[in-house]
């Protein structure tokens, strides 16, 4: 995966979050936003664009077997959800769990042919466990 690209976009949806919270203030008080909207619209292109060819590279990549930066391609994801819900292109709901970190309705992958030994574990670990089976629910 293209590093480079990577960082460029992060860059991008960094910078543009706080012309979204400009832009929200002044549509809030019922001002001219119109040339933030063409800046934001723009930038979300351009990140769009962005993660369709990274995620080109990463599903070339996976084929040949070497995967290194798809937590990467997963932050910058996140941001640009976050982006498009503080803009209100999202239903109310999603935009609510996006903003607020929940991750409802990401199927959970785990190999039911792995046993783990509980008595194998140290407290930490089994806490962990039942954490991640409380939010999975």
Do not use: C
Not at 47 to 58: A, H, M, P, S, V
Not at 74 to 79: M, P, S, T, W, Y
Not at 105 to 113: H, K
């Amino acid at each position: 995966m293209d590093t480079k690209l990577a960082t460029r976009l992060e860059i991008l949806a960094d910078n543009t979050l706080p012309t979204v919270y400009e832009r929200n203030r002044l549509k809030q008080l019922k001002l001219n936003y119109d040339k933030y909207e063409t800046t934001i619209q723009k930038n979300l292109t351009q990140l769009r664009d962005g993660l369709k060819t990274l995620e080109q590279q990463l599903a070339e990549e996976e084929e040949s077997g070497v995967t290194t930066h798809e937590d990467k391609l997963i932050q910058l994801q996140v941001k640009v959800d976050k982006l498009e819900a503080l803009l209100g292109n999202s239903d109310d709901e999603r935009a609510r769990d996006i903003l607020l970190g929940n991750r409802r309705g990401r199927s959970v992958r785990f190999n039911p042919a792995q046993e783990v030994n509980p008595s194998d574990l140290e407290n930490g670990q089994i806490l962990q466990l039942q954490q991640r089976l409380i939010e999975g629910e």
